[in-house]
């Protein structure tokens, strides 16, 4: 950092963006503050994939596809302990207009742009071997893997296929199924590492419980007013991150900037299936999205828990759920009714109603699912989209001038070209060295403990009222543990 110049960042919003952008620049030596008004870091929209090429989304685009997947590889470098190293498998059933042939060509690219990201840099090498980066099934095959036995820690493709054999209504599937190296997230593991590692950084103050009430632009600095712990107080800072989520349009308008975005409210339901106790790949039914028949997602986590995604309206989507910014406004209005379930939580019926409808979409493909319970409220909460283009998938960040960026990401994995284009503002701003641009050293991170993050996540999960299972890795595999 330049010797005659001590910067004092503010960094408002403690989500995986926010909290992310702090350990980067306090890991580079900054003067960085952060606000978040929840008792805890990392809360908000349900995360469980990396979206490691996007091909969850048949409607986004090639380039979308492989920025998701070198963002994807950089975020499992930076945060190996809250991976969860299992595969997904994609299918496209009967009912469905596409066909899986429509992945192949993008499949290829993919797996064409992972072998050159090893090439380049061994330690890229994170999603296995590029030739097994993703597999084609046929039925005969499917059928021949239904006569053995489920392994419970999957050391192949074929392993981690069996359970998918011998469950899902192989009559109701277009064929060849893909099983990609596709990897989940775990966000308790996650807000977990962040916190511990935060804690570790000295010039770092991470202030939760606190609502940032008002900003002021004070020539090139930024008074922000705020309560903490129900104190009224005020700093002066020389850069500004908007890191509010979802809200980041508040700040917008604090501050009389405009901006072109989208907000939408999700939902996640936490069920339990006492026959699935094993270890099960990630499963993605592709489908439209807003009708009845969207694409269904079956994310497991250890002792028979499961994450269910449906993309309806009855599930994961709402009626009115996406709302955008206006003229007057560069924060979307949304409905009262979706403010209430963010802070206030759910109704009980409106729990039961949607997991029961999430558990229905599953046993379509999956009969015997059909005996899942719900097990605790959702994981839910808004997420921002810059811009007018709902299906945008790949976003980081934009500016205000010299000294307010606006973190902008829809996906986790988008968190360091994020925090590399700030770096890059600071070093112009001389807040910072040249060689401080894509450092990445992340010493807070890779010294933790696992019992720390385990026990911390666990407790998150707790005091969050979700199943301390959800809080666990599922089913690691070897490639795992050796990261």
């Not at 419970?152 to 190296?181: C, G, H, R, S």
């Not at 936490?270 to 039914?285: A, G, M, Q, R």
């Amino acid at each position: 950092m330049h010797s005659d110049k001590k910067a004092k960042i503010a960094i408002v919003g403690g989500g995986v963006a926010g909290s992310s952008v702090a350990l980067y620049l306090g890991e580079l030596g900054l003067d960085v503050t952060l606000f978040e008004k929840s008792k805890s870091l990392v809360n908000g929209p349900p995360i469980c994939h990396l979206h490691a090429g996007g091909n969850l989304y048949r409607e986004i685009s090639d380039e979308q596809c492989v920025t998701l997947l070198k963002e994807s590889i950089e975020l499992i470098r930076m945060y190996p302990q809250a991976i969860d190293y299992r595969p997904t498998v994609i299918a496209v059933p009967l009912k469905d207009s596409g066909r899986p042939e429509d992945l192949f060509v993008r499949l290829s690219i993919l797996k064409q742009k992972y072998q050159e990201m090893i090439q380049e840099d061994l330690n890229n090498k994170v999603l296995g071997e590029a030739e097994e980066y993703f597999k084609l099934f046929y039925k005969d095959e499917i059928e021949a893997l239904k006569k053995y036995e489920i392994v419970q820690n999957p050391q192949t493709l074929e392993e981690w296929m069996i359970p998918f054999a011998k469950n899902i209504d192989l009559e109701k599937i277009q064929y060849p199924v893909v099983m990609v190296q596709e990897y989940g997230i775990n966000i308790f593991r996650l807000a977990a590492t962040l916190t511990l590692s935060l804690q570790d950084i000295k010039n770092t103050k991470v202030l939760t419980n606190s609502f940032v009430q008002k900003i002021e632009k004070k020539d090139e600095s930024f008074l922000v007013c705020y309560e903490n712990d129900g104190v009224a107080k005020e700093g002066l800072f020389d850069y500004l991150v908007n890191a509010a989520g979802f809200r980041s349009g508040e700040i917008d308008d604090m501050l009389g900037f405009e901006r072109e975005r989208l907000v939408e409210f999700k939902a996640a339901y936490v069920t339990k299936c006492k026959s699935f106790e094993n270890s099960w790949p990630e499963i993605i039914f592709h489908g439209q999205r807003g009708t009845p028949q969207g694409m269904a997602q079956f994310t497991p986590y250890p002792n028979g828990y499961f994450q269910l995604h449906g993309m309806t309206n009855d599930i994961t989507l709402f009626d009115e759920g996406l709302v955008r910014s206006t003229h007057r406004s560069s924060q979307p209005k949304l409905s009262e009714k979706f403010l209430q379930k963010i802070e206030k939580g759910w109704s009980s019926i409106d729990v039961n109603k949607r997991t029961s409808a999430a558990i229905e979409h599953m046993a379509q493909y999956i009969p015997i699912f059909a005996n899942a319970q719900a097990m605790s409220k959702p994981l839910f909460g808004a997420q921002q989209i810059p811009g007018e283009d709902a299906s945008l998938r790949a976003a980081d960040i934009s500016f205000e001038g010299e000294h307010y960026a606006r973190c902008e990401i829809v996906k986790a994995s988008s968190v360091l070209n994020m925090a590399d284009a700030i770096t890059k503002k600071l070093i112009k701003l001389d807040y910072l060295d040249k060689t401080s641009y894509k450092q990445r050293v992340f010493t807070s991170v890779h010294q933790l403990q696992e019992e720390s993050i385990q026990k911390l996540a666990e407790d998150f999960a707790e005091c969050r009222e979700y199943p301390t299972s959800l809080a666990h890795r599922s089913f690691s595999t070897n490639r795992g543990e050796e990261l």
